[in-house]
């Protein structure tokens, strides 16, 4: 696993549910919480602004789910996040992580998505130092860096994780929407080379309301300049993230560092100096796409469909179905009752009898 000298931790401009983050402890502080419905919590994966990333077993299907939790979350939230879930369950595809349910259990909400194994995607495309070294392996042998155990990186694995994401970025700028939180640890790379966008917390329809767009969230250090300007988030906003990911698998480095003001600061103001500038060796085509990608007007920057043309990948890819092994439920998965469990329970036994024979049908003319 390749770490990070400094801690880049998300931001978020509003703070929200301070009175109900008192009354309740983190799930894995409760002790007794073990259960979430038909879900057996069995070990954390991961804390971020938003919430606490379980592995889990549905006990119904017998399939690992990965169950997230949803940190104070204010009664309009919950609203707003259950039309978000909604739409966000429409964007299908396989460079994106699966949604499957949003419930509720004691006033705790979660959600239910499919559990991606893989690694991140700085770790699949560069190197560690000592493994790999072959001079046939590949790989672009670094000159300076400041990733911990960077040894360079490996063409190949760089440009097929690029291709997949890119390919995720285009479904989800195509039904309308900006991730806004694009980053290495938001994107894992299967052992097959499945590369997987995660954590759709931070989504915003691109055409949504002004107040949520004075939000400002993010990494700072991979967050587009413009997403300080809150009358320009667009998709090539993403398309930014994409591009400080690629110069740091290219060199090891960030396109600018410091303090979270100092680099939002520093990415209004300047253009950082090539990858190439780091190490000649980088090819050539990488180099111009990251350049491009970085520039400070969003209008400028290639979109994920014009990426993809770059990379030389086909026409990108329509919604599909769900992957398989996924927990499939026609009630929780297709329909749009979200935090309805007692409705969808009549529902479900209703259905049953229909099923069995012993159901009614009743008839009415209007």
Known sequence: MIERNDNSQPIVGTVVGEKAAKKRMPLEQEGAL????????????????????HEALDQESKVLVALKTLKNLAAEEIYQFKQEFRSLQDVVHPNLCSLYELMEQDGEWFIVMELVSGVDFLTYSTLTKGRNSAPDAGLCKPSRGTLVGWGGFHEKRLRTALQGV?????????????????????????????????????????????????????????????LLETARIGPTADCYSLGVMLYEALTGVLPFTGTPMDILMDKQLRTPEPPRAHNPDIPSDLDALCMELLRKDPTTRPDARAILHRLQVDEPQGPGPRLSGAPFDPLTQVSCFVGREHELGELQRAFEKTLSGSGALDIFKA
């Open 166 to 226: 890119v390919q995720g970025l285009e479904a989800i700028h195509r039904a309308g929407k900006v991730h806004r939180d694009i980053k290495p640890s938001n994107v894992i790379v299967t052992q097959p080379g499945r590369a997987v966008i995660l954590d759709f917390g931070f989504v915003l329809e691109r055409e949504d309301t002004p107040e949520r767009r004075l939000e400002i969230v993010g990494t700072p250090e991979y967050m587009a300049p413009d």
């Open 34 to 53: 073990q259960e979430v419905g038909r879900f057996q919590l069995r070990r954390t994966l991961g804390r971020g602004a938003m919430g606490i990333v």
